[in-house]
């Protein structure tokens, strides 16, 4: 008998592959109608991706706020039950004391467990994404504006070089490093 023990092959899940959209490099140096087009659906992505994530935000801290009113009433349940417990006329009954007693623990134990998971939702969800969409969407968005302004120079600095006639050398030299400085800038 073999001590060979067969491996399941488990199924390959597709993962996102964030290359898939890729272009190549030269494209992009080319400044082609392809990149500019590609780039402005990934600005499109940025925005939607953006929003969904302040969805998810706001969803967060509207949740916050009804498990804040949800711990609260349970709370006053928790000292009702102990009222109850205190105020039971009549009843000296050690089981029952210990039971309620008990289940008051649990309660209680329960209560501070919301709690923290209150606290959790504001330090794992709510938090980081804010800070995500505060600061690098908000540097992809700056970016992108950087770009459409560098693009647009470089764009203005193209046509001005084409209308120039040829016998104007100086102006010709002149717009061919205004444009060089454009194409570098981008």
Known sequence: MSSEV????LPQRPYYNVFDKAMPLEDALDDSPMFRKKLKEAELEVDE??????????????????AEAYADTFKE?????????????????DILDKGFSKNIGYLKDIASFFDFLVLQMEGLVSGPLQEFV???VKSV???????EKATSALDASVS???QVKKKNSDKL??????????????
């Not at 349940?77 to 009954?93: L, R, W």
């Not at 968005?141 to 770009?147: D, F, N, T």
């Not at 030299?173 to 981008?186: F, G, H, I, Y």
């Open 6 to 9: 067969k491996r399941k092959e």
């Open 49 to 66: 991706f953006s929003s969904g994530i302040k969805r998810i935000i706001k969803a967060s801290k509207h949740y916050q706020v009804a």
């Open 77 to 93: 349940f928790i000292d009702e039950v102990g009222n109850f417990k205190d105020t039971t006329v009549g009843v000296s009954d």
């Open 134 to 136: 505060t600061t690098d």
């Open 141 to 147: 968005k700056e970016s992108a504006k950087r770009y």
């Open 160 to 162: 001005r070089l084409g």
């Open 173 to 186: 030299s002149e717009l061919s490093a205004e444009n060089r400085r454009s194409k570098e800038s981008t």
